[in-house]
């Protein structure tokens, strides 16, 4: 059985996803099989894997990381909210209720034997797991049934490293306040502090790890500085949602409330020049080059959504001066003609869409999760230079689209997908804008409407990627005692 050794913050966004993925990248330079491992994950950016079951998108980024193919196991229990107080629950890859917050509450310890079963699976095929915890181990109010946090730690036996966003402020408080509110055996498991995204001169924190190791009673093993890592992230809290500068290409993403897989869009933030800027009132749209109607979990109320707040139309004010817009699986939905929810498998009821393509969506209570890859088809309008380019990406919809019309594109399979009219564009396809040749084409299309050239690289989003583990592996290799940290697995 693999050793283990579990990474839990002190609040959301500390860095556990992006501290994970690094030492899985680690260990694997360091010749050692690892895999990540979160038991249960609440997010709307979400991944499939090649056997067609849907997972967390950081445990898949994880498994990137570690240079092994993601798999359910990684992730048995995904949580995808639907509204404010509910989510879809996905076990083992698979949709099997949607439930309220606390109908949840009564029902998650009945699936330790479905977290124990895949972890085990990981356990038997590698030599380290990385488990990655959710929020704070001390939500004194959930603590009694946790399966995510010291409730995971104790079931895999794991040692826990503590980590702390000292860039947010507060990080003394976090650390040791999260100590504090441990019980005596969960203090025991948390064998070492990480101090994350610190900035300015290292020497001056000197102190503060001797106040923190003297206070807490427990090592600190780094201090990791704040960097610049292109690396897919799915926490709401993502910096790149609030990030409004504006580049000599302007693509503007409409942030949806239920959005999801906005993942999708970071290959553009590669290319010179182009900026990515998420959009949520009608004021910030402006006059972008190219707007990109998202992923939703909630379809026909992030529609109507956007129609009350005057997004609809001022999307269809760009439409008319020209600008283009591609919808992307939820974002493809919207902007057909109707969208229909008879079975009541997201919220009921229907509604008309934005009518810019000449489609309509039916809700079905079968989800479609599947890899896919094809070739755009005859392309017409500002991006004709798609044709004929492959793709590769996933699936995961409820709904089936009927459209009026030349297809967008075809699949390996022969069947068509998508929709197309003038310099409008929409596809179910997750991804597929990853390949160079694909957002190459697309950035170039843009850059030449403008009259300008684009001299820069089209590279490829994998090597990209791989460049960005490397990067962070590296980063935190020079600021955390890795001798620490492997006698804490042994041990």
Not at 338 to 344: G, P, Q, R, T
Request: charged letters at 25%.
């Amino acid at each position: 059985m693999a050793d283990a050794i579990m990474i839990q913050g002190t609040m959301s966004n500390a860095g556990k996803s992006l501290f994970t993925a690094a030492l899985c990248r680690i260990f694997m330079q360091d010749g050692y099989k690892c895999a990540p491992f979160k038991s249960q994950n609440m997010a709307l950016n979400s991944f499939i894997t090649q056997d067609g079951l849907e997972i967390g998108r950081a445990q898949a980024m994880q498994a990137e990381a570690a240079g092994i193919e993601p798999s359910v196991y990684m992730n048995p229990i995904l949580l995808k909210p639907t509204t404010d107080t509910g989510s879809q629950v996905i076990v083992n890859g698979r949709a099997i209720a949607n439930m309220k917050a606390a109908d949840y509450f009564q029902f998650k310890k009945q699936l330790i034997p479905e977290i124990m079963n895949a972890y085990n699976k990981l356990a038997a095929e590698n030599d380290i797991i990385v488990i990655e915890g959710a929020g704070s181990p001390v939500e004194l109010n959930l603590k009694a049934d946790d399966i995510v946090n010291m409730g995971m730690a104790k079931l895999a036996d794991a040692p826990v490293l503590l980590v702390g966003d000292i860039d947010r402020g507060g990080v003394f408080a976090q650390l040791l306040g999260t100590l504090w509110l441990l019980d005596e055996e969960e203090h025991r498991r948390v064998k070492g502090l990480v101090v994350n995204k610190f900035r300015g001169d290292r020497s001056l924190f000197e102190s503060g790890v001797k106040i923190l190791e003297k206070k807490g009673g427990v090592p600190v093993v780094g201090v990791v500085p704040y960097a610049d890592i292109d690396i897919d992230e799915e926490d709401s809290l993502s910096r790149k949602l609030t990030d409004t500068s504006e580049g000599v290409i302007d693509i503007a993403v409409i942030r949806l409330p239920r959005i999801s897989n906005f993942t999708d869009f970071d290959v553009f933030s590669q290319y010179d020049g182009v900026s990515v800027r998420y959009i949520s009132q009608p004021e910030e749209l402006k006059t972008p080059d190219l707007i990109i109607i998202p992923g939703t979990k909630s379809t026909i109320s992030d529609m109507r959504h956007i129609r009350e707040n005057g997004l609809e139309t001022a999307i269809k004010k760009c439409v008319s001066d020209g600008i283009p817009v591609f919808g992307v699986c939820g974002g493809y939905q919207i902007m057909g003609k109707k969208i229909s929810d008879l079975h009541n498998t997201e919220c009921g009821g229907e509604t008309q869409g934005m009518n810019l393509l000449d489609s309509e969506t039916v809700f079905v209570p079968e989800k479609t999760r599947t890899r896919i890859s094809g070739a755009f088809e005859n392309v017409g309008g500002i991006f004709a230079g798609l044709s004929g380019k492959h793709f590769e990406g996933y699936e995961i919809h409820l709904g089936e689209t009927k459209v009026n019309g030349s297809p967008l594109v075809r699949f390996s399979n022969g069947k068509p997908d998508g929709a197309q009219r003038d310099n409008i564009y929409g596809s179910y396809v997750h991804g597929i804008f990853d390949s160079s040749e694909v957002s190459g084409t697309i950035v170039k299309a843009l850059y030449e409407k403008k009259g300008l050239p684009y001299s820069g690289t089209s590279l490829d989003r994998k090597e990209y990627k791989e460049r960005q583990y490397n990067k962070l592996a590296n980063i935190v290799r020079k600021n955390i005692d890795m001798d620490m940290i492997y006698k804490i697995i042994k041990n």
